[in-house]
């Protein structure tokens, strides 16, 4: 698939709100701005979770392990429409069933002097056809079913894994929201 168009990332005030937007190379550095996020946490239908791990040439948190798909919505996009882009950009799937999971998770995270500094509803989903990852944005994917994942986040080195996704896990876990999903 073509890169797309140069991504404007939509900026926000401490209630959410949107107030401008720029250009994607321009904000994330040392003093991000607070700006719109998702993640997505992703299943096949056997109720495994896709997890992929960043690319290495990624500016912001490079080779960590992290959820499905993480991104953007651009100015006036619906999360399901930026996730399903997403999807389909850095791996090539398709996206269904979407519901949102955390949707006023807020986090600030810093590493190599880069800082992401996000409102970023969590989704689950679930994803058809076989992974094509974009090298560029993915450098390695796995199948794991939820214990597996979370043993593996829980026994890893710390920096293996994005701090999000890390907090996002638990956060899913204590609200019980995995309940009933890999029959779904």
């Known amino acids: 698939m073509a890169s797309p168009a140069a991504e404007l990332i939509v900026l926000v005030d401490e209630d959410g709100t949107a107030i401008g937007s720029m250009p994607k190379p321009l904000v994330h550095h040392g ?13 096949d239908d056997s109720g495994r979770l896709l997890v992929t791990r960043r690319a290495d040439s990624k500016a912001t948190f490079p080779g960590m392990w992290t959820n499905t798909v993480c991104g953007h919505p651009g100015p006036g996009e619906a999360d399901d429409a930026a996730i399903a882009r997403r999807a389909d950009y850095e791996l090539g799937l398709t996206v269904d069933r979407l519901c949102p999971a955390l949707p006023s998770y807020r986090y600030r995270a810093e590493f190599r002097g880069v800082v992401e500094n996000e409102v970023c509803p969590v989704y689950l989903g679930r994803f058809a056809g076989s992974p094509a990852p974009d090298p560029t944005e993915v450098g390695e994917w796995e199948l794991l079913d939820w214990a597996a994942f979370r043993a593996r986040q829980e026994t890893t080195q710390y920096d293996a894994w994005s701090p999000w996704c890390r907090e996002q896990a638990r956060l899913i876990e204590a609200a019980g929201l995995l309940e009933g999903l890999a029959t779904a």
């Not at 003093?31 to 299943?43: D, G, K, M």
Request: aromatic share 24%; charged share 15%.
């Open 31 to 43: 003093e991000t701005p607070l700006h719109r996020a998702f993640s997505a946490y992703l299943f």
